[in-house]
């Protein structure tokens, strides 16, 4: 009995797992995970491209992907569904949400590192090169205005 059930077991694995209509679909969502791969490569070219990407992602997600997924789940719930969450839980944003936040946040805050690393390494290439008074200062004033929004953008 034990044996049929093996045999039967893998034979329907093969089937399933292994069939040729199987192995395209996981072939073409590899091709899209290599080609999604190579934009992001392209958009987080510099470090300042790679803090607007990433900020543009973050702002996708609060904009648009969370508003959705509360609703939806709202739209869902039934009447002890509301219930219990008015009574369990204080927040909308499931703790799936809440983690892709957490790490958006994290990759937001490693980009802007690097961008401002970039601008201290443009800084000490202006004195390098002794380029004027007037360069330095509107690069001083670049780098305070980013610094600035950037935490203006924490603080919200």
């Known amino acids: 009995m034990r044996s049929t059930a093996a045999l039967l077991l893998i034979t329907f694995n093969f089937v399933f797992l292994f069939s040729p209509a199987a192995l395209a679909v996981e072939a073409e969502l590899s091709k899209d995970d290599i080609y999604q791969a190579q934009i992001e490569k392209v958009l987080e070219a510099t470090p300042a491209k790679k803090l607007a990407h990433r900020l543009q992602k973050l702002k996708e997600v609060l904009t648009q992907k969370l508003p959705q997924a509360i609703e939806k789940r709202q739209s869902e719930q039934g009447i002890l569904d509301q219930a219990l969450a008015f009574f369990t839980s204080d927040l ?20 802007y590192q690097g961008a401002i690393q970039s601008f201290e390494d443009e800084a000490n290439m202006i004195d390098l090169q002794g380029m004027p008074d007037i360069a330095k200062q509107r690069h001083e004033a670049a780098l305070k205005k980013v610094k600035d929004q950037f935490n203006a953008m924490l603080v919200q």
């Open 92 to 111: 909308p944003v499931a703790s799936g949400e809440i983690s892709e936040l957490e790490t958006l946040k994290s990759s937001v805050q490693t980009a």
